[in-house]
């Protein structure tokens, strides 16, 4: 019998679509899910090199207008003199100021207690309510410099000693002094310098939660 999926078992749709991840009819909606046995077993009759591995993610990128960038993009001049944009370089727009902040994986409470700020302070800063001093901007520079050498290269360097490395983090709350959001951006980091430093040594870690290898014990 054959286990390639022609029609779909709940509305006997024959408009059936697979990509590298699941097996869906387009007219009810009906789906399979990788790694489910029969949307395995459907693939491998289908024959793998026929399933197109694109995301929904593609899908909308490839959708973007030719022109996005340009969509994106004005110029300093054709903004008024006292813009953000055109205030001095040492100081932050609240959007780069919020893109900084969300990079460094820091919670706004976080930054807040660590800058000596409100934290409804931080809040109009990010939403540009408020002119963000130029000390913060330094500030950030620090903190920037501390993640990637302070701690990211430490990690790297000890992570090219461990045979098949697993990262553990924590999934919420602080750990050592830093938010959860703080540990998803400095496995990010730590990739960077892995590939950037040492090429294709552990690289490609994996990466837990604190909880996941505590329920293995």
């Not at 976080?110 to 000596?116: K, P, Y």
């Not at 130029?134 to 993640?147: H, K, P, Q």
């Amino acid at each position: 019998m054959s286990e390639q999926i022609t029609s779909c078992p709940q509305c006997a749709s024959s408009d059936i679509t697979t990509n590298g991840y699941q097996v869906k009819c387009r007219g009810c909606g009906w789906s399979l899910q990788d790694p489910d046995p029969r949307y395995i077993a459907h693939c491998e009759e289908l024959g793998w090199a026929n399933i197109a591995y694109s995301e929904p993610i593609s899908e909308v990128i490839d959708a973007l207008p030719a022109n996005f960038p340009a969509l994106l993009t004005t110029t300093r001049s054709a903004l008024p003199a006292n813009h953000p944009a055109n205030i001095s370089i040492y100081s932050l727009t609240g959007a780069e100021f919020r893109h900084r902040r969300e990079t460094f994986g820091l919670s706004a409470e976080w930054l807040a207690d660590r800058l000596g700020v409100a934290l409804k302070t931080v809040q109009r800063w990010a939403n540009g309510h408020r002119p963000i001093p130029e000390g913060v901007a330094n500030e950030l520079d620090v903190i920037s410099t501390a993640i990637a050498e302070g701690a990211a290269r430490p990690y790297a360097e000890y992570m090219i000693t461990v045979e098949d490395a697993v990262m553990m983090i924590p999934r919420t709350g602080t750990y050592l002094g830093f938010p959860a959001s703080w540990y998803r951006a400095l496995a990010a980091t730590v990739r960077e310098v892995l590939q950037r430093d040492y090429g294709s040594v552990n690289w490609d870690f994996r990466v837990v939660y604190f909880d996941e290898v505590e329920d293995q014990s």
